[in-house]
């Protein structure tokens, strides 16, 4: 059984409140995933193109206020 397996089975087997728990701990665990990602990648310039061309269209009339 692979390692996912064995988390998966785990999971099936918590009760509500834990499952619950476990839900609100994993969502802040992948959030804060997220966001050493999207840190690690703007560190990296591999957000600057991204940037560069919204940069561009705000120039050119191609945005609008929220």
Do not use: C, Y
Not at 2 to 25: N, T
Request: net charge negative; charged share 35%; hydrophobic share 40%.
């Amino acid at each position: 059984m692979s390692r996912v397996e064995e988390i998966e089975k785990s999971v099936q087997a918590l009760s509500p409140q834990e499952l619950a728990s476990f839900r609100e701990w994993f969502i802040r665990f992948d959030e804060a995933a997220w966001d050493e990602k999207i840190e690690r990648d703007a560190s990296a310039g591999e957000l600057d193109a991204l940037a560069n061309a919204a940069l561009r269209a705000h120039r050119t009339g191609k945005s609008r206020e929220l």
